[in-house]
């Protein structure tokens, strides 16, 4: 009956986000919202966690009510947003997208076996978001008895709250604390981001670069190893990895839309962790250096994620929450940086390795690497340099703060190293297939320039 | 990575219900039953304190820290703080 419930919850998710879509531009007709439906489950997802989490402050509770709310208003308004549009017409799926769809399934359903029958045992898993999530439940809010209780700062206060919120939807709609279930709600994570890349990216890509894509990802050891974890890291992966992509198919497209998408994305992960603050800033600072003609899109959607964080930020203020493992305003104590500036190389290297390690993530980044290469050769300029600038600039922002932390750097590296990587990771996979298409289209038409100007 | 997945599953569903309730304290090697016992004296909203001495250092927090951090998380909806007159204690054997 829980199951029921969590997967019902999903459901209403599922709605709330089809419903999104029309609103966003995603879709402008009925035709348009079948083809584009991939993106509906985790715009859902990221919606319900952005109003529930600034709920939470403000003293609402978020459960079926909410839930029902969000997807009724949501659905209303896109189906008006859709109405006398061309009817969607479906298309008989090619043998390889079939293929691919049948053996995405059949790996998610044998991960379901092992999700199902997880304990929720791992540090992170239950002293931070379980602890939080079910806060949220017990007490209905953010209540700082808890939030910003002295006894609870081993919890990373600091830390916002889209994945507590969204793991307190499931606690409300199961009616219950139930940390077996729990672990479902991660999977379908990498369900809605499995979809979600489809639906963004199935037009502009073959199905040849895209299915092969999508597989290597639910295929990496550290994924699978890491959602069964309940840590945040692979679902703030996922939701910064659509936003990577969507921003992409917006450098090369101009359809607002996809910025619309990267834009929602971008919120969702800066609502996430402290880190998916500075994955976000690096894929901004990324845009506006390929895509600097077309500053002022850039500076709304990055305002609008601004708003998104503020009431959590202002919550933070009031309360005088701090980050129990560095703080970046360290790196203004000169006394302190000056004796570990030796650290900033080691970690580079350490996540470096992390990255390329075949047996976490198989061949995703050197790939990457090499179709980045191959995208400056053939002439391409905003996309690779979009994809080198937030790589590199999330890549030293990790690696810094392993210098301003007061731990000892080389336990905290170790106990870190291999899940903080994983936004860096998937992004890029998620990259892959748009720079493989566009250094294949280029190439072979070398006067060829993309919509968005180069 | 399916034998991973295999070796999971085979791990885990033999797990009953009090296990799997108690596997976070398990892999802390954390004694579960004085937790079990005084949570179900406690109510909702109900403050207690946790008295615990500091026990060996880690790499990050000491052992004494983490059976606060497991306190608190394991006796919500009661809430922790730093003096109460509930007092959950733990010793390190």
Same mark, same amino acid.
């Given at each position: ?454 | ?25 398990? @892999? ?14 406690? @109510? ?48 390190? @054997?």
């Amino acid at each position: 009956m829980r199951t029921v419930a969590l997967l019902a919850a999903n459901a209403l998710m599922l709605c709330a986000g089809l419903g999104l879509l029309p609103l966003l531009g995603v879709a402008r007709s009925w035709r348009e919202l079948l083809a584009r439906s991939g993106l509906g489950y985790l715009c859902g997802l990221v919606a319900a966690g952005i109003v529930a989490s600034n709920l939470a402050l403000v003293h609402v509770s978020f459960g079926w009510i909410g839930l029902a709310l969000l997807a009724s208003l949501s659905l209303a308004l896109g189906t008006w947003q859709l109405r006398g549009t061309a009817r969607p017409a479906l298309r008989r799926p090619t043998w390889l997208g079939g293929a691919a769809v049948a053996a995405l399934v059949a790996l998610l359903v044998e991960y379901g076996r092992a999700f199902a029958v997880a304990p929720l045992n791992r540090y992170d898993a239950w002293a931070i978001w379980a602890l939080k999530g079910r806060s949220l439940y017990e007490f209905g809010w953010a209540d700082p008895v808890v939030f910003a209780g002295h006894e609870y700062r081993f919890a990373n206060l600091d830390y916002p709250l889209w994945l507590p919120s969204l793991e307190a939807i499931d606690f409300r709609a199961m009616g219950a604390f139930d940390t077996r279930l729990l672990h479902l709600q991660f999977l379908l994570f990498l369900v809605a981001g499995l979809a979600a890349l489809a639906g963004l990216l199935r037009e502009r890509v073959p199905a040849l670069l895209l299915w092969p894509t999508l597989i290597a990802i639910a295929l990496a050891p550290a994924v699978f190893d890491q959602l069964l974890t309940a840590y945040a890291d692979i679902p703030l992966a996922l939701v910064f990895a659509v936003g990577v992509a969507a921003a992409g198919r917006w450098l090369i497209t101009n359809e607002r839309w996809s910025l619309g998408v990267a834009t929602l994305c971008f919120a969702g992960a800066a609502l996430t962790k402290n880190e998916g603050l500075l994955f976000v800033a690096a894929a901004f600072l990324g845009l506006f250096a390929a895509a600097y003609s077309r500053w002022r899109a850039l500076a709304v959607a990055a305002a609008v994620d601004v708003l998104v964080l503020l009431p959590w930020k202002v919550y933070v203020r009031i309360y005088d929450l701090h980050d129990i493992n560095y703080s970046l305003t360290d790196t203004f104590d000169l006394g302190h940086v000056g004796g570990r500036l030796g650290v900033g190389p080691i970690a580079f290297r350490t996540l470096g390795r992390e990255m390329i390690d075949p047996l976490a993530w198989g061949l995703i980044v050197p790939l990457f690497i090499v179709l980045v290469a191959a995208a400056l050769v053939s002439g391409l300029r905003t996309l690779p340099l979009y994809a080198l600038v937030w790589t590199i600039v999330s890549w030293l922002g990790l690696s810094w703060i392993y210098v301003v932390t007061h731990f000892e750097y080389s336990s905290y590296l170790d106990s870190t190293k291999a899940r903080v990587i994983a936004s860096i990771v998937l992004g890029s996979a998620a990259l892959i297939p748009l720079l493989a298409a566009e250094t294949w289209a280029s190439s072979r038409d070398p006067g060829r320039l993309p919509t968005g100007g180069g | 990575v399916l034998p991973r997945v295999e070796d999971g599953i085979a791990r885990d569903s033999q797990l009953t219900d009090v296990q799997r309730r108690q596997a976070a304290a398990v @892999r802390l090697k954390l004694d579960p039953r004085p937790f079990d016992t005084f949570r179900a004296t406690l @109510r909702p909203r109900e403050r207690y304190a946790v008295d615990v001495p500091p026990g060996e250092q880690g790499p990050f927090i000491t052992k004494g820290e983490v059976v606060r951090a497991y306190s608190a998380f394991v006796f919500l909806p009661a809430i922790q703080v730093r003096t109460a007159d509930r007092v959950f204690r733990y010793r390190f @054997r």
